[in-house]
């Protein structure tokens, strides 16, 4: 498969595993809303950020959406979105590599970007994420050739573009979504009493339907209500659906034996109505050798209203982006996404109670949007943006702000938010194991180290869990109390009386052990010594 190539590449593809395992430490006076959160803020560099995460969300990240710099060659007031090319790829490639660990095997990536870096983009991802894996790329239109932009000569850029990867596309179950569209204009007959048998039905015209229904003559109609005319039609359809029809005449040869044999009844019997029931699928109504289609087969639920839908397709040129600075109630001009776009990624790739990760937070939009469809969220912003955009923006949320996809989500507040900064390291220089490092942080690195997995449950004993039939246990800052000698993380025959049982092989990490190597053998454990075994990455 080909690969990119830029200056600087052997460096930037080991910068994700050279970043140093960092702690992550909460800070109860900007945590906001319920203290059992786990919706997640944090403040700091995102590749150190992704790396603090690994221990305990590798694997489990549902969706994740960044909007990286596009590298547009332009210096904007919030960002320096002027990063030399090489630079550019030098920041995105270990942050694509870390995401992909944290990516659940069923879950799915959308990374925002312009067409200065899409081409390279995609080949990073392909090399990433594996071009088998690669969904759609979907074009989004945020503009219009109108204003400032039409006066240039050449070709008005309008769009931007959504790459969407699977981690295992094989694993990969999106969800059915639906777009509003416009009317179908060819449903422009009506069954004035469809609540009637079949066989009585009387049909007129669209028009004359909606004339009578107004009790105006259509040019009367179209003269007093003016633009407004096919807003009051498209009205009166929606709510009549099942009476505004169109016919078509079915593909005699792709269809089964009973329903040519219904078209052919149909084809005999002019102006009747011939009925074909079926299991498991909608009954079908003929006339002339025509099939009659009812305007309501066509209408989806969107945000709880039935409306004229189809299914979603790569061009999004839908989603306005009206009143947009106002969403949030932060102001982030050039670089705010709409909150109806991050709502569309988790429609079609989550459900209720998912984790959803951004790591280019920006102004909060997507943690946001998750908080508001009840969504678990973890946002990175690095800098004063954490304070000045996100922090006020989710803590809007909890309190039941109103702006963007509130009223479709139906929000009312709730929920919260806990804020962290990126702490200590828990290794050293040297690599070996810093001293103030708690016993929890240091099982769940072990953990992961071992399993490639993050730890599940908050341990509070040494036997970390079994994977893979081995169990893993950790002695360590006297987690079993004082049990000499060294308060118990020393393996002995009485502490290893006390540690939970387990048939299969055991890996057991302690400062060191007074077991000699036939009883370990006997025991089946293999035996690794803190600090020199347990190792960075």
């Not at 490092?437 to 004993?461: D, G, M, N, Q, R």
Request: glycine share 8%; hydrophobic share 35%; net charge neutral.
């Amino acid at each position: 498969m080909p690969i990119l190539n830029w200056l600087d590449r052997e460096k930037d593809v080991k910068a994700a595993e050279n970043v140093p395992y960092r702690l992550l430490e909460a800070d109860p006076k900007l945590s906001h809303g319920d203290a059992d959160t786990e919706n997640m803020l944090i403040q700091g560099d995102n590749l150190e950020a992704l790396k603090a995460l690994l221990p305990y969300y590798a694997g489990k990240v549902k969706c994740i959406y960044i909007d990286p710099p596009f590298n547009t060659q332009q210096a904007f007031d919030e960002y320096d979105d002027n990063l030399e090319h090489s630079i550019w790829l030098g920041v995105i490639f270990p942050r694509m590599e870390l995401l992909h660990e944290l990516l659940a095997e069923d879950g799915t990536i959308a990374i925002h970007i312009g067409d200065d870096e899409l081409a390279y983009l995609i080949v990073i991802l392909d090399e990433i994420f594996g071009r088998k894996n690669r969904v759609s790329i979907c074009t989004f239109k945020q503009g219009a050739a109108t204003g400032h932009k039409a006066i240039n000569p050449g070709l008005v850029t309008v769009t931007n573009y959504v790459a969407i990867y699977a981690k295992n596309k094989r694993n990969w179950q999106p969800n059915r979504v639906f777009t509003g569209k416009a009317r179908d204009n060819r449903y422009s007959r009506y069954i004035e009493n469809v609540d009637e048998h079949f066989s009585n039905w009387r049909f007129t015209t669209l028009s004359n339907a909606f004339s009578q229904h107004m009790k105006e003559s259509i040019k009367e109609l179209k003269k007093s209500l003016g633009d407004e005319y096919e807003g009051h039609l498209n009205e009166f359809v929606l709510s009549h659906s099942m009476n505004v029809i169109r016919t078509a005449r079915p593909d005699y040869n792709a269809v089964g034996e009973d329903v040519r044999k219904a078209i052919d009844e149909s084809n005999k019997k002019a102006d009747e109505i011939i009925f074909h029931a079926r299991e498991n699928h909608p009954d079908m109504y003929f006339i002339n050798g025509e099939r009659i289609l009812f305007y309501r087969s066509k209408l989806k639920e969107i945000d709880g209203d039935l409306i004229s839908g189809e299914p979603l397709t790569n061009l999004w040129d839908d989603l306005l982006s009206n009143n947009l600075h106002n969403e949030g109630n932060v102001k982030f001009p050039k670089n705010k996404k709409p909150e109806n776009l991050i709502k569309r990624v988790l429609e079609l790739c989550t459900k209720e109670n998912d984790i959803v990760l951004d790591s280019f937070l920006g102004s909060g939009t997507t943690s946001a949007v998750a908080m508001k469809m009840r969504r678990r969220t973890i946002g990175i912003e690095m800098g004063d943006h954490a304070l000045t955009m996100c922090h006020p923006r989710l803590k809007g949320v909890v309190d039941g702000e109103a702006s963007g996809v509130s009223k479709s989500v139906k929000w009312q507040g709730g929920g919260g938010f806990k804020f962290y900064r990126l702490g200590q390291a828990i290794f050293d220089s040297e690599g070996h194991i810093n001293e103030n490092v708690k016993f929890k942080y240091l099982a769940a690195h072990i953990w992961f180290y071992e399993t490639k997995t993050s730890l599940i449950k908050k341990p509070s004993s040494p036997f970390l869990g079994v994977h893979h039939g081995t169990a893993y246990y950790l002695l360590y800052n006297g987690v079993l109390g004082d049990k000499r000698p060294q308060g118990g993380n020393v393996l002995t025959s009485k502490v290893l009386a006390d540690l939970e049982s387990h048939d299969g092989p055991k890996v057991i990490y302690g400062e060191s052990t007074l077991l000699g190597p036939a009883r370990l053998a006997n025991e089946n454990i293999t035996f690794k010594q803190t600090p020199y075994d347990v190792k960075a990455r």
